[in-house]
């Protein structure tokens, strides 16, 4: 152990257990625990991770990073145990009169997590916040990751980190697994925001973010607006329908109903807008479809709720440059020639079901182009 951690003096780095009390440290460590964000009682919000390095050990939870920050984005999504962090000018402070903490110091701070599995750096959506790692930098990551796999035992085919060209600056390095981009949580913790491919066999609320592909209003149910939404990530349970070069496969394609003030709150849309859907739940039709549908919350006493889906203008965020990335292979795989364009997906061009009997939630095509 003491090899290791002279090693690690040797690069600079101050071990964890010589931090003291009111200075201002650049940290390296490995994460033992990270909890999903949540929105704190001020105007930020909060994300904390517990870490420690070979100079504390493995067995007890150790130093605690509380990452105030007023933008979520700017946390590193999906940190997990075994994940190699770096901050920079953390603050360090005590809690319940003797326990160490690092407060990041939001004007300055600047902080990089990597993957302990494949060495990239877990992108976020905030690139002021991003460590830009040094060839020095990549071998502490390497010494701190072996430690971690001789010390707990990880059996993970971990491969050592090349030079900082290797690092994930953005989401479209193809370095990063886009079809399966880390799971983010919506404020407070609990709800995760789920492509669609995620979905199935999640019980709980969700949140989506996804591309408009049709949006239609229906005259004859009240309160009811239907789209359909692609992320393009595979929907398990797809609707039917038929291929073709002019329009997006129906397999990408997720049906989402909104009901009372979900439908008569929804923006006007158009083929391409990303929009953001909160408090989600999934089903699957009598067709064996799998959708999702956003229900209204009345209450006697106060009324219906606040309608829950927006258009989501942050073209940085994880998500949507994941979702983009996805779209910009997809086109390339699937038009015949580069004059042709992806067209708007009317509901005239998919099925996914004949009728449903109450409440009507699907969308049917015929050669009339019948709407229940």
């Not at 010494?143 to 971690?148: C, G, P």
């Not at 707990?152 to 399966?180: F, K």
């Given at each position: 152990?003491?090899?290791?951690?002279?090693?690690?003096?040797?690069?600079?780095?101050?071990?964890?257990?010589?931090?003291?009390?009111?200075?201002?440290?650049?940290?390296?460590?490995?994460?033992?625990?990270?909890?999903?964000?949540y929105?704190?009682?001020?105007?930020?919000?909060?994300?904390?991770?517990?870490?420690?390095?070979?100079?504390?050990?493995?067995?007890?939870?150790?130093?605690?990073?509380?990452?105030?920050?007023?933008?979520?984005?700017?946390?590193?999504?999906?940190?997990a145990?075994?994940?190699?962090?770096?901050?920079t000018?953390?603050?360090?402070?005590?809690?319940?009169?003797?326990?160490?903490?690092?407060?990041?110091?939001?004007?300055?701070?600047?902080?990089?997590?990597?993957?302990?599995?494949?060495?990239?750096?877990?992108?976020?959506?905030?690139?002021?916040?991003?460590?830009?790692?040094?060839?020095?930098?990549?071998?502490?990551?390497n010494?701190?990751?072996?430690?971690?796999?001789?010390?707990?035992?990880?059996?993970?085919?971990?491969?050592?980190?090349?030079?900082?060209?290797?690092?994930?600056?953005?989401?479209e390095?193809?370095?990063?697994?886009?079809?399966?981009?880390?799971?983010?949580?919506?404020?407070?913790?609990n709800?995760?925001?789920?492509?669609?491919?995620?979905?199935?066999?999640?019980?709980?609320?969700?949140?989506?973010?996804?591309?408009?592909?049709?949006?239609?209003?229906y005259?004859?149910?009240?309160?009811?607006?239907?789209?359909?939404?692609?992320?393009?990530?595979?929907?398990?349970?797809?609707?039917?329908?038929?291929?073709?070069?002019?329009?997006?496969?129906?397999?990408?394609?997720?049906?989402?109903?909104?009901?009372?003030?979900?439908?008569?709150?929804?923006?006007?849309?158009?083929?391409?807008?990303?929009?953001?859907?909160?408090?989600?739940?999934?089903?699957?039709?009598?067709?064996?479809?799998?959708?999702?549908?956003?229900?209204?919350?009345?209450?006697?006493?106060?009324?219906?709720?606040?309608?829950?889906?927006?258009?989501?203008?942050?073209?940085?965020?994880?998500?949507?440059?994941?979702?983009?990335?996805?779209?910009?292979?997809?086109?390339?795989?699937?038009?015949?020639?580069?004059?042709?364009?992806?067209?708007?997906?009317?509901?005239?061009k998919?099925?996914?079901?004949?009728?449903?009997?109450?409440?009507?939630?699907?969308?049917?095509?015929?050669?009339?182009?019948?709407?229940?």
């Amino acid at each position: 152990m003491t090899d290791i951690i002279e090693q690690l003096k040797n690069l600079g780095v101050k071990p964890l257990n010589e931090f003291q009390h009111g200075t201002k440290e650049k940290l390296y460590g490995v994460i033992q625990l990270a909890k999903p964000h949540y929105k704190s009682r001020g105007p930020d919000y909060i994300k904390v991770m517990n870490i420690t390095d070979p100079s504390l050990g493995w067995e007890n939870p150790r130093f605690s990073i509380n990452m105030f920050y007023p933008e979520p984005e700017a946390f590193p999504f999906s940190a997990a145990e075994g994940d190699i962090v770096i901050f920079t000018d953390m603050r360090v402070t005590l809690y319940q009169g003797t326990k160490k903490q690092m407060l990041l110091d939001k004007s300055v701070s600047r902080w990089a997590i990597m993957d302990r599995v494949t060495s990239n750096i877990r992108p976020t959506g905030h690139k002021q916040t991003q460590y830009t790692l040094t060839d020095n930098d990549v071998e502490i990551v390497n010494l701190l990751k072996n430690w971690y796999r001789e010390t707990t035992g990880s059996a993970d085919d971990q491969m050592d980190v090349d030079l900082p060209g290797n690092q994930v600056r953005a989401v479209e390095d193809n370095s990063v697994d886009i079809m399966n981009h880390p799971t983010m949580y919506a404020t407070g913790g609990n709800r995760p925001i789920l492509p669609t491919n995620k979905i199935l066999g999640h019980s709980r609320f969700l949140d989506y973010i996804g591309m408009v592909v049709a949006s239609h209003k229906y005259e004859r149910v009240n309160d009811c607006h239907v789209l359909l939404l692609t992320d393009y990530t595979e929907n398990p349970k797809p609707m039917s329908g038929y291929e073709a070069s002019e329009t997006i496969d129906p397999k990408y394609l997720i049906q989402g109903t909104l009901w009372d003030e979900h439908a008569r709150g929804c923006p006007e849309l158009k083929f391409g807008d990303i929009v953001y859907l909160k408090n989600l739940q999934s089903k699957i039709s009598q067709f064996g479809v799998m959708e999702v549908v956003l229900r209204g919350e009345k209450n006697p006493q106060t009324g219906y709720g606040k309608c829950k889906i927006q258009k989501f203008d942050h073209p940085d965020h994880i998500y949507v440059q994941a979702l983009k990335l996805r779209q910009e292979r997809y086109e390339k795989k699937f038009k015949r020639s580069t004059s042709e364009k992806i067209q708007e997906v009317t509901p005239a061009k998919v099925i996914t079901g004949l009728f449903h009997d109450s409440p009507f939630t699907t969308i049917y095509k015929n050669e009339n182009v019948i709407y229940n």
